[in-house]
């Protein structure tokens, strides 16, 4: 057998790049988009009702924006996109036809997991800066650089990333050991995240 007719298994960092990005086209071809857009655009939305009303009820609702996206819109977010990353292919019997290709499972489960947590991270951190710029807006884009707000924005949609990816990675987990991830990822949200929170 002569090594042109062998099959070439593709290098880790190229299947990686293709499992993420078939992740992130899957994640973002499902109809369950519309309903996490839409609990995506409630801060934003609540935001502007605040600011509307009045500039008092704003500041006493600023402390609470980056909490409600850290305890309670990422670890949701996450849920969806996390538990899915694997639970789908079982669901799907798919998941036989991709341990048969030539990657390695690992790197198999560590790019749909990264993929998952790039959308995620990608629709919070718009949501949050929606948020975070009407709450700061004061007529100009040259106030948000003086005052050093698009520092603190830039940091907390860091902090957003480094949160999706390991909550997502958690929901992945749990997908893979529980057999209703979707009921215990809201267990631990509601029991773990917001009753330690608030």
């Given at each position: 057998m002569t090594s042109g007719s062998k099959a070439r298994s593709p290098g880790l960092i190229a299947a990686l790049l293709v499992i993420v990005s078939m992740q992130v086209r899957s994640l973002l071809n499902r109809k369950r988009l519309v309903f996490l857009v839409v609990l995506l655009l409630l801060p934003p939305f609540v935001t502007l009702m605040m600011k509307l009303e009045s500039r008092n009820v704003l500041r006493d609702w600023?402390?609470?924006?980056?909490?409600?996206?850290?305890?309670?819109?990422?670890?949701i977010l996450s849920l969806f996109h996390g538990a899915s990353?694997?639970?789908?292919?079982?669901?799907d019997r798919t998941l036989g036809y991709l341990l048969m290709r030539p990657?390695?499972?690992?790197?198999?489960?560590?790019g749909k997991v990264m993929g998952a947590a790039l959308v995620t991270a990608i629709l919070a951190s718009f949501s949050y800066a929606l948020s975070h710029q009407l709450v700061h807006w004061k007529g100009s884009v040259a106030t948000m650089f003086e005052d050093g707000l698009v520092l603190d924005l830039l940091g907390m949609i860091g902090l957003i990333f480094w949160a999706a990816l390991l909550y997502t990675t958690f929901?992945?987990?749990?997908?893979?050991?529980?057999?209703?991830?979707?009921?215990?990822?809201?267990?631990?949200?509601?029991?773990?995240?917001?009753?330690?929170?608030?």
């Open positions: 600023l402390p609470f924006v980056p909490q409600a996206y850290l305890v309670f819109m990422l670890p990353a694997v639970a789908d292919e079982v669901d990657i390695p499972r690992d790197v198999l489960v560590f929901a992945a987990f749990l997908s893979l050991v529980v057999k209703w991830p979707t009921l215990a990822a809201i267990f631990y949200v509601v029991l773990i995240e917001i009753g330690c929170c608030y």
